[in-house]
């Protein structure tokens, strides 16, 4: 007769997460690993400054590119994109060094939900399990 092994394997243990054999917990939350289904990552949204930063070099760059046409100044017509070069420039060094985070996602029962990552606004997770 076979017997259960009474001490769980710890497989991962660092920064709030704890996988075992039989439990995923993180952030509070506790799952059992036999019921998480279909895991995988998914790149979280840019981050506020980000959008804010691309959104206004392309504006910029709409603005300098309208005026240096609407113009005809040659001193505009080739300096317009080396001005414009800048705010872009800038965007997108904040994009690279501010790297959208991974997020962990898994089928729980009926629902999906974030097993771990930063916090999502709106959604729900449940947990099993004290």
Request: charged share 15%; net charge positive; glycine share 10%.
């Amino acid at each position: 007769m076979r017997t259960e092994p009474t001490e769980l394997r710890t497989f991962y243990q660092a920064d709030g997460v704890h996988v075992t054999d039989r439990w995923l917990t993180s952030a509070g939350r506790r799952y059992p690993v036999a019921d998480l289904a279909n895991l995988r990552t998914v790149r979280e949204p840019a981050g506020p400054v980000s959008t804010a930063s691309k959104t206004m070099a392309c504006v910029f760059v709409a603005a300098v590119t309208a005026f240096a046409a609407l113009t005809g100044e040659p001193a505009l017509v080739v300096g317009g994109p080396l001005l414009a070069a800048v705010p872009a420039g800038f965007a997108l060094v904040i994009m690279r060094l501010r790297g959208r985070p991974l997020a962990l996602y898994a089928d729980y029962g009926d629902q999906t939900v974030q097993v771990f990552g930063a916090p999502t606004s709106g959604g729900t997770t449940r947990s099993a399990g004290p």
